[in-house]
């Protein structure tokens, strides 16, 4: 019974948190089914965007996942000044850390030819990659809003913020792309001025909101852009930063593996987008489960209520594991279908089709490991899982990967392959830590 109850108590802060996720990732499908109707060129190109975007893009959701954490610690301990800085601090911070990763990808849009990608893919990217990392400034602000209210336990009005964001987006891809309703026909580059507009509009309508929600005045800062304590600062970047190191080590694990593609040619870069697309959509889930697990494990730590911790940590995992089971037979079953939604070329449809056979072989372990470092975060515990991270992704999964690729002529299979195993490592690295955290932790200083 008591982790039936947990697990309701999960479920209830997790199910916009997941549906919000998923409808994130709808800008991704959305970008990848419009412009993979412009061919394959342009669909390896959005590959080639997409493996360098999710790199400093992740690296600042990391980071931010620290007011999260904060933020549940004082509202555990009802402590609403301690909130409304978590909030505030977190706000300056992704602002700087967005204007710091669009200033340094401006410069690595003037060499893209030096990845190794066929001369045609690059000369495609160099315009929609600057656009697309020009949204990564309204994009971190709204997500650092968006995890303050989260762990206010305020999660459906940013929901239905983010929901329509995604509506906007799609309209403004079929205007901008195929040149609707008067406006020129942009093609490649359209996706990237509607991916910019939409964020922006989800931060005005952010603000809009957190400065009239009924119940939240006390929590949320009513000067945004006072001076800066820096000591808070560093306290949201001692968790932010090695909580951002360790999803930075799996996702440019993937981005670099989008980037070995390019060695078999654009057919591959193709398959793999839309196998990384299937796959990420399918993540959003235990990524949302797992964000409400760091929030509530945060919650109990801040109010002392230790006991409750392996109850939440049992209970998520369990819920994660349902889901595994429904999303790998799904792959299993109907990859090839999936596939075929994406593109009309018969080879990119079989190749994408045996790699979604893999991501439905690692959906468990993949699921298990979110979840786990999720929760370990919200125990302020993220350095050593940093670690294991790197030691997953980086010194074993991506050796595999190169070796199956090149070395047992596996090609893209084989780079998957080896990605699968670095999920399974770091799978049975963080939730043994994990299960011995939860019975000894102790409310933060």
């Known amino acids: 019974m008591r982790l039936w109850h947990e697990s309701r108590l999960t479920l209830r802060l997790a199910l916009p948190l997941m549906i919000g996720q998923l409808s994130q990732m709808l800008l991704g499908v959305a970008d990848t089914v419009m412009i993979g109707r412009l061919g394959v060129t342009e669909l390896a190109a959005l590959t080639f965007a997409s493996s360098l975007f999710h790199v400093p893009f992740v690296f600042g959701i990391g980071v931010l996942t620290a007011v999260s954490v904060f933020t549940s ?11 409304r800085g978590s909030c505030r601090h977190g706000l300056i911070l992704a602002s700087a850390l967005g204007l710091f990763l669009f200033a340094l990808s401006w410069l690595v849009s003037t060499h893209l030819d030096r990845f190794g990608q066929p001369p045609e893919v690059s000369g495609t990217t160099a315009v929609y990659f600057r656009i697309l990392m020009a949204s990564v400034v309204p994009a971190l602000a709204s997500i650092a809003l968006k995890n303050h209210a989260d762990a206010l336990n305020r999660p459906w009005p940013p929901f239905w913020i983010f929901l329509g964001g995604v509506a906007l987006n799609i309209g403004l891809n079929w205007v901008m792309i195929y040149g609707k309703l008067g406006c020129p026909a942009l093609g490649f580059e359209g996706a990237a001025w509607a991916t910019l507009i939409s964020r922006t509009a989800i931060l005005l309508a952010m603000f809009v909101w957190l400065g009239h929600a009924k119940g939240l005045r006390e929590w949320v800062p009513q000067r945004w ?57 399918a993540f959003m889930i235990p990524l949302g489960l797992s964000m409400a697990l760091t929030v509530r494990c945060g919650e109990a730590q801040g109010a002392g209520a230790t006991e409750r911790l392996r109850p939440i940590a049992i209970s998520g995992w369990l819920l994660v594991t349902g889901y595994a089971l429904l999303g790998a037979t799904s792959f299993l079953l109907f990859g090839e279908w999936m596939a075929a939604a994406f593109t009309r070329d018969a080879g990119v449809i079989r190749l994408s089709a045996s790699l979604l056979l893999i991501v439905g072989v690692f959906q468990m372990v993949d699921g298990l490991q979110v979840a786990s470092s999720a929760m370990l975060r919200g125990l302020h515990d993220a350095r050593v899982p940093a670690v294991m991270g790197f030691v997953s992704y980086w010194l074993f999964g991506l050796p595999v990967a190169a070796g199956l690729a090149f070395w047992f002529d596996l090609g893209a299979c084989g780079v998957w392959w080896g990605l699968a195993a ?24």
């Open 73 to 83: 610690n004082c509202r555990g301990a009802n402590d609403a000044p301690g909130a």
């Open 225 to 281: 852009w006072r001076k800066p304590h820096f000591s808070e600062i560093r306290g949201l970047l001692a968790i932010g930063f090695p909580a951002s190191a360790q999803m930075l080590f799996e996702v440019s694990a993937f981005s670099l593996a989008g980037l070995i593609m390019g060695r078999f040619g654009p057919e591959s870069m193709a398959a793999h987008q839309i196998a990384i697309t299937l796959a990420a959509t």
């Open 422 to 445: 670095g999920l399974f490592v770091a799978c049975v690295t963080l939730g043994p830590r994990l299960w011995n955290r939860s019975a000894c932790s102790k409310p933060p200083a």
